[in-house]
């Protein structure tokens, strides 16, 4: 069973814009983890949040946990072409990673 | 630091055969864990391995099975292959066991089943 649902399923914004996924779990968690997917490739680890972190920024990016509502979000700011990707959140389930469909971002220039 | 290696990146079989992938982790790395990616069914949990033993397991059929070497490398191994057995095979590294540290992954083995 799926157990990281994203939404939206797909998002289409200019560059520079802000760009927000959301991701829903079911159940408890030890960690959540976000990658990103060119064209079913390989895929690349973003960020690891734990289950007693709130937020995690890396570069560009923010992640949040709020695990009373069982989400998490990627915030990508000042997007890029490059960023154009499939993006998958990964809540780790009693030791693994069950992934959803993910979002499909588009970036145009 | 060399990323994960799999190999072959490219496979065609006939139904019925059998195929062997391989994965090698980050060095220093000691769970391997692997992934089946379709169209259909998205990214799937195959199996974890951590100090040569099977630490956890999806919901796929005995078909399926795994090694880990004493290295760390593991192999994956798909027994009577099946059409619907055609995948993006994805093995994931990381440092402990359980994937409490970040899981990074291959590139994958495309496996045509034909």
């Known amino acids: 069973s799926q157990q990281g649902e994203e939404d939206p399923q797909a998002l289409s914004i200019q560059e520079g814009e802000n760009a927000t996924m959301n991701c829903s779990y079911k159940t408890s968690i030890n960690n959540l983890q976000w990658y990103r997917q060119n064209s079913g490739r390989g895929l690349v680890h973003l960020i690891l949040?734990?289950?007693?972190?709130r937020e995690k920024h890396s570069g560009r990016l923010r992640v949040t946990l709020d695990t009373s509502k069982k989400s998490s979000s990627l915030l990508i700011t000042a997007s890029r072409a490059a960023d154009t990707a499939s993006y998958f959140c990964?809540?780790?389930?009693?030791?693994?990673?069950?992934f959803g469909q993910g979002t499909e971002l588009s970036v145009k220039p | 630091k060399a990323g994960v290696t799999q190999t072959p990146r490219y496979l065609i079989k006939t139904r019925g055969q059998q195929v062997t992938l391989s994965c090698s982790p980050i060095s220093g790395h000691r769970s391997v864990s692997w992934y089946q990616q379709t169209p259909g069914q998205g990214l799937q949990f195959l199996f974890e391995y951590f100090s040569e033993t099977q630490r956890n397991k999806g919901n796929f059929p005995g078909r399926f099975s795994g090694r880990q070497f004493s290295n760390s490398r593991s192999e994956m191994n798909v027994s009577t292959l099946e059409l619907g057995d055609s995948a993006l095979y994805l093995c994931?590294?990381?440092?402990?066991?359980?994937?409490?540290?970040?899981?990074?992954f291959g590139q994958g083995t495309r496996l045509t089943v034909v």
């Open positions: 994931a590294s990381s440092w402990v066991g359980g994937l409490n540290t970040e899981a990074f």
């Open positions: 949040i734990r289950s007693n972190e």
């Open positions: 990964a809540p780790n389930q009693g030791g693994k990673l069950i």
